[in-house]
């Protein structure tokens, strides 16, 4: 059991705060008090859901800030990183690599769950062993995962046997592709229909149906629209509703270029949507309408996108970011609804209703924020604060399924430095 004794305020979720204690036992919140375990003294903190990156590629982290892959259009962006993976070789030994310090950046900036969009899968390369090394390097952090078996030009039906072979060796008899102990969950998704064919689209589609996964792609970004029309005459959403992935278990990535009329037919699918703010904005590949895409009823989350074209996995630093930015295609966004995108608006993209909330029951994922220097001197309202003062931000403390991960600002399983010097050591090898 763990007691988080008294804070400034908590955030329970995105209309609900209170003052005082939290307090967790057997991984999850409960409602009272109870004796017995650690207490931790976070008085002069706020306490949060902890923060789920619905949108990375977490293989990217190793290949940050590349000459020629910065403000580029995206036809010109994808070669180049396909040519350094090439250089570099893609593995079980460099996903591994990769993963654990993209993960343990993210929980060293309070994302307690992240959605990994893995789509490089090189010819004759053991893709079981590439998602085996992924999910042990989040786990040995003691953070949450959604593997999402991607694909980008890959043959249709090599695609689905190995989703096929991924979910039978990670997650044999699990329903829902959720783990039992709700560490790792598994997902589908082509990287668009710019790269991806009907068939992939079809292929998988049937494949999360058969073994009740989630599915997630990436649409209507700069490139997508272009070869869409260039390809099909048509543009992404008209392609994506033919193909059967405007449904309530999809999940679509980026959105930046849509019609009112899109919005409309997106809202009543059921889709969800992830925002990628440090992405698209600086990368020049457009802007999402988040608030016309809430104002339609649709739940949208929070993502990072990769360290290929956002050099960073600060989830906190984008929700800032997407805060700042709404203003320029549509209505103000107040920070604590661009808070309950990173938490229970990429919970809810991933179907996981135990995430992104502290109420009764709530997984005890959850960041405190010491609010007590120089940085939030003055702020009136704390949780305001969060975003709009000291930007680089990070939690004092993480806690995921109960148990501390991130405390005083160190990670608690791993050595952050060790892991530094492991990827450094795979790429230059």
């Known amino acids: 059991m763990l007691t988080l004794s008294g804070a400034l305020r908590i955030v ?6 209170r003052e005082g204690d939290l307090v967790v036992d057997d991984g999850v919140v409960v409602a009272a008090a109870r004796t017995g375990g650690e207490t931790i ?11 789920v990156n619905a949108h990375h590629h977490l293989l990217q982290t190793a290949f940050r800030t590349l000459p020629g892959t910065r403000g580029v259009p995206m036809a010109d962006w994808l070669p180049t990183m396909a040519a350094a993976y090439s250089r570099v070789g893609v593995d079980a030994e460099l996903a591994h690599a990769a993963a654990s310090v993209g993960v343990a950046e993210g929980l060293l900036n309070g994302v307690t769950t992240v959605a990994d969009h893995h789509l490089t899968w090189p010819a004759g390369a053991d893709t079981v062993a590439i998602a085996r090394a992924t999910a042990g390097a989040v786990r040995g952090l003691g953070a949450r995962l959604a593997f999402v078996r991607g694909s980008a030009r890959d043959d249709p039906q090599e695609a689905a046997a190995s989703a096929e072979a991924i979910v039978a060796a990670l997650l044999p008899g699990a329903a829902g592709g959720v783990s039992a102990d709700g560490m790792l969950q598994l997902a589908v998704g082509p990287a668009g229909v710019h790269s991806d064919c009907r068939e992939t689209f079809e292929l998988f589609g049937e494949f999360a149906a058969r073994h009740g ?3 997630r792609t990436q649409a209507n970004e700069q490139v997508d629209v272009a070869i869409a029309l260039e390809r099909y005459g048509r543009r992404p959403i008209d392609l994506l509703e033919e193909w059967g992935w405007l449904a309530p278990d999809v999940t679509l990535a980026h959105l930046c270029d849509l019609t009112g009329t899109e919005i409309a037919r997106l809202a009543s699918a059921g889709i969800t949507a992830t925002h990628a703010p440090g992405c698209d904005l600086p990368m020049g590949w457009g802007i999402a309408p988040v608030a016309a895409l809430r104002a339609a009823g649709i739940t949208v989350g929070l993502g990072t996108s990769g360290g290929g074209s956002n050099d960073a996995g600060h989830l906190l630093a984008d929700a800032r970011l997407a805060m700042q930015v709404a203003p320029l295609v549509g209505p103000p966004i107040d920070a604590r609804s661009v808070l309950a995108m990173a938490t229970a608006g990429s919970a809810a993209g991933l179907g996981r209703p135990e995430l992104g909330h502290l109420r009764a029951g709530a997984a005890a994922d959850l960041c405190v924020w010491d609010v007590s220097g120089a940085a939030d001197a003055g702020v009136a309202d704390p949780v305001a604060g969060l975003l709009w003062a000291n930007p680089g931000r990070r939690p004092r403390h993480v806690v995921v399924a109960g148990r501390v991960v991130v405390r005083d600002y160190e990670l608690v399983h791993e050595d952050e430095r060790e892991l530094v010097a492991t990827l450094r050591e795979r790429i230059d090898r």
Request: glycine share 10%.
């Open 41 to 51: 003294d976070v008085s002069g903190c706020v306490l949060t859901p902890g923060l």
């Open 12 to 17: 329970i979720d995105e209309t609900t705060e």
């Open 213 to 215: 996964l989630r599915r």
